[in-house]
C-alpha cells in the first residue's frame, strides 16, 4: 500500500539539464583539462598510476554522438553506506540514460551493497520494477551495507562476478569513503585487463563531500528541509509554551554543513557551528559560558525560554575533547579489553595508568558518566569514535545548568531554566526527496549513464550550476584522485577524498555571523513548514540556502 501523496508523487517527472533532454545520454562527450590533486599529488599517484590526472569529461549541447559501443551493456549498481534521500532516483535516472544509449541494455542491482556485490546477490532493475520506486525515500530498492572494499582479494572477487554476469561497467552511489574505494577498483580493473568501468555518485547528507566541481551531495537539502521542519515546530511550542531551552543535536559526522543550513533556515537563539570552535580554540568552559550568557540576557527579557542547534559532531572539534579522543582512539586500537578498565577508572591517577595524558584524565573524569561511557564505545571500521552515540546536548545542559546556578549565586541571574534535548538523525536519512533532489538525482544517474557510453572510469557524475532552473545545469564527470589527499587511517596513510568542512570565510557562514546576535535575544524565528512538492517552483524548487549563497544569490527574500 502506498498514501496518497506518493501515489501523486509517482507521476512526477524530474527534470533534465537541457543537453540530456536534446540528446539523451548519447550526447558527444568531450574530454577537458587534467587536475591533480592540490596536495600529495606524487603520493596519490603511486596509489593509482592508471586512473591518475584522467582529464574532466563535459558534454556538448550541440551534438549527439553514439556511445563507444553499439552493442548492449550490462551495468552492475549498489547503494554503499549509509541512506540519502533520493537514490531511488539515481537508479532511475540510470536506467532511463542506459536505454537511451540501447534498448537493450541492462541494470543489475547488486542486493545489500558490497557486501550483495562479494556475495554475487543480484536482481535485475528493468523500468517495470524500479518504478513503484520512482520520487520515493530510502534504500530499500536494493538495500546498502557498509562494507568497506579494500583488498585486492575483493577486487578480484567483484571482477568475477561482473564477469561472469557480463557486467561491464558498475556505477557505485556513495559518500567519500565509497568513492574512494570505487576508485581503487577502477585502479584494479585497469590494471587486470578486467573490461569493467567504474562510475561513483556523490552521496551523503552531511554535505561534506562537495568541492570546486561537487556543489553538493544528495540527499544533503532534503534532509535540512525536513530537520528545519522539525526544528521549527520545536521553536513554535518553546514560544508558546515560554517555559524550555531546546538543545537539539542534528546529524553532520564531521562538518557543520547541515547545522549551518538549518540555522539559516529556523533562525534559532544559538548554533554552534564546529569548524569555528576549532579555529577559536573554544573549550567546553568558553562554549559553555557563551551559551549561559545568552540564556541570562533572554531571561532578563522575560524569555526564558529558546532553541540551540548542536552538530552531531561538536565534541570532536573541543580542543581538550579532540586530544582526549585520539589518546582514546589509539589506546582502543592497540589493546580493546582497555575499553571496561576505562570506563570504570576510579580517578585521574588510574586513567594516566591506563595510558591517557594527565590533561586527558582531568578531562575525561570531568565528564558525566554517562559520557565517559559513550566514549569508550565500540568504534566505527575506520577506529574512531562513533559521535553519533554520544549524547553531547546532554552534556551541554548539564554543564550549563551548573553554569547558571553560580550565575545565580552570584547575582547574575535571576531566571528559570529547564531544558529539553533532542537527536535529528535517522528522521531525514529516508525522507522523499525534495523536487530540488528528485530533480539532481535524476539527473546524476542519468549523467552517469553518459560516461558509461563515453567509455569513461576512475570518475564521478557531477552537477554544475545547481543554482540555477534545472535546465541550464550542466553535467559532467570529475575524476576522483583530483579530490584526493593523504590521510592516517588505522595508523597507516592512506588516500581518501577530502572532506569539506564549514568554511568560515565564505557567504554562508557569515551569512549566520551577520545574524547571530540579533537572533539570540530577539524572536525572530522562521518555522519552513513541510516539504512541498506542489505549486510555484519559488518554493518547490528551492535548493540549500548555503549553495545560493555560495554561488552569490542572496537569500534575504527566502527567509526574512
Known amino acids: 500500500?502506498?498514501?496518497?501523496?506518493?501515489?501523486?508523487?509517482?507521476?512526477?517527472?524530474?527534470?533534465?539539464?537541457?543537453?540530456?533532454?536534446?540528446?539523451?545520454?548519447?550526447?558527444?562527450?568531450?574530454?577537458?583539462?587534467?587536475?591533480?590533486?592540490?596536495?600529495?599529488?606524487?603520493?596519490?599517484?603511486?596509489?593509482?598510476?592508471?586512473?591518475?590526472?584522467?582529464?574532466?569529461?563535459?558534454?556538448?549541447?550541440?551534438?549527439?554522438?553514439?556511445?563507444?559501443?553499439?552493442?548492449?551493456?550490462?551495468?552492475?549498481?549498489?547503494?554503499?553506506?549509509?541512506?540519502?534521500?533520493?537514490?531511488?532516483?539515481?537508479?532511475?535516472?540510470?536506467?532511463?540514460?542506459?536505454?537511451?544509449?540501447?534498448?537493450?541494455?541492462?541494470?543489475?542491482?547488486?542486493?545489500?551493497?558490497?557486501?550483495?556485490?562479494?556475495?554475487?546477490?543480484?536482481?535485475?532493475?528493468?523500468?517495470?520494477?524500479?518504478?513503484?520506486?520512482?520520487?520515493?525515500?530510502?534504500?530499500?530498492?536494493?538495500?546498502?551495507?557498509?562494507?568497506?572494499?579494500?583488498?585486492?582479494?575483493?577486487?578480484?572477487?567483484?571482477r568475477k562476478h561482473c564477469n561472469a554476469r557480463g557486467i561491464s561497467a558498475l556505477v557505485i552511489i556513495g559518500g567519500d569513503d565509497s568513492n574512494t574505494n570505487a576508485c581503487y577498483l577502477a585502479e584494479y580493473f585497469i590494471r587486470s585487463n578486467a573490461g569493467i568501468q567504474v562510475i561513483g555518485c556523490p552521496k551523503t547528507i552531511d554535505g561534506d563531500l562537495k568541492n570546486e566541481w561537487i556543489e553538493s551531495s544528495f540527499g544533503f537539502d532534503t534532509a535540512c528541509k525536513v530537520y528545519s521542519e522539525l526544528v521549527g515546530n520545536i521553536y513554535r511550542d518553546a514560544l508558546s509554551a515560554g517555559k524550555y531551552w531546546h538543545f537539539i543535536r542534528i546529524m553532520g559526522r564531521s562538518a557543520s554543513h547541515i547545522a549551518l543550513e538549518c540555522a539559516l533556515q529556523t533562525h534559532p537563539n544559538i548554533t554552534l557551528i564546529s569548524e569555528e570552535v576549532a579555529h577559536d580554540n573554544l573549550t567546553l568552559l568558553d562554549i559553555t559560558d557563551r551559551i549561559a550568557a545568552v540564556i541570562c540576557e533572554r531571561a532578563a527579557a522575560g524569555r526564558n525560554y529558546g532553541l540551540l542547534l548542536v552538530p552531531e559532531g561538536l565534541i570532536e572539534f573541543i580542543p581538550e575533547m579532540r586530544v582526549l579522543i585520539s589518546e582514546l582512539n589509539d589506546l582502543l586500537a592497540n589493546d580493546a579489553s582497555l575499553q571496561r578498565t576505562l570506563a570504570s577508572a576510579p580517578d585521574e591517577a588510574a586513567l594516566t595508568a591506563c595510558g591517557l595524558t594527565a590533561a586527558s584524565a582531568a578531562a575525561y573524569k570531568s565528564l558525566p558518566a554517562e559520557i565517559r561511557s559513550q566514549l569508550v564505545m565500540d568504534r566505527d571500521p575506520h577506529g574512531n569514535v562513533q559521535v553519533s552515540k554520544i549524547e553531547t546536548e546532554k552534556l551541554l545542559i548539564r554543564k550549563v545548568a551548573e553554569r547558571l546556578r553560580e550565575r545565580r549565586a552570584a547575582g547574575e541571574y535571576l531566571g528559570a531554566f529547564s531544558a529539553q534535548n533532542h537527536f535529528f538523525g535517522y528522521e531525514g536519512r529516508c525522507a522523499a526527496p525534495s523536487n530540488f533532489d528528485a530533480d539532481y538525482c535524476y539527473s546524476l544517474g542519468y549523467t552517469g549513464a553518459a560516461l558509461i557510453g563515453a567509455g569513461k572510469t576512475g570518475c564521478i557524475a557531477a552537477i554544475r550550476n545547481l543554482h540555477k532552473p534545472a535546465e541550464d545545469w550542466q553535467p559532467f564527470g570529475v575524476p576522483v584522485t583530483s579530490m584526493m589527499n593523504i590521510e592516517r587511517r588505522g595508523g597507516k596513510e592512506k588516500p581518501v577524498i577530502k572532506k569539506a568542512l564549514v568554511d568560515l570565510h565564505q557567504p554562508p557562514f557569515c551569512e549566520l555571523a551577520a545574524h547571530r546576535a540579533e537572533w539570540a535575544v530577539a524572536d525572530e524565528f522562521v518555522s519552513p513548514g513541510p516539504i512541498q512538492y506542489f505549486g510555484p517552483g519559488t518554493i518547490t524548487d528551492l535548493p540549500p540556502l548555503t549553495l545560493l549563497l555560495e554561488k552569490g544569490v542572496s537569500i534575504n527574500g527566502d527567509i526574512g
Open 1 to 158: 500500500m502506498i498514501s496518497r501523496l506518493q501515489h501523486a508523487r509517482l507521476a512526477y517527472q524530474p527534470k533534465l539539464p537541457a543537453v540530456f533532454r536534446e540528446h539523451g545520454a548519447g550526447a558527444a562527450s568531450r574530454d577537458g583539462d587534467v587536475h591533480a590533486p592540490a596536495h600529495d599529488g606524487e603520493r596519490i599517484r603511486g596509489f593509482f598510476p592508471n586512473v591518475y590526472r584522467l582529464p574532466m569529461v563535459s558534454f556538448d549541447d550541440d551534438v549527439c554522438a553514439p556511445p563507444v559501443t553499439q552493442d548492449p551493456i550490462c551495468v552492475g549498481v549498489i547503494f554503499s553506506g549509509g541512506q540519502a534521500p533520493g537514490g531511488h532516483n539515481v537508479v532511475a535516472g540510470l536506467v532511463d540514460g542506459l536505454k537511451s544509449l540501447h534498448p537493450d541494455n541492462r541494470l543489475i542491482g547488486f542486493l545489500g551493497g558490497p557486501g550483495g556485490l562479494l556475495r554475487n546477490d543480484v536482481v535485475e532493475l528493468t523500468p517495470e520494477h524500479i518504478g513503484p520506486y520512482r520520487n520515493t525515500g530510502g534504500f530499500d530498492l536494493i538495500r546498502s551495507d557498509r562494507t568497506k572494499l579494500e583488498s585486492e582479494e575483493q577486487f578480484e572477487a567483484v
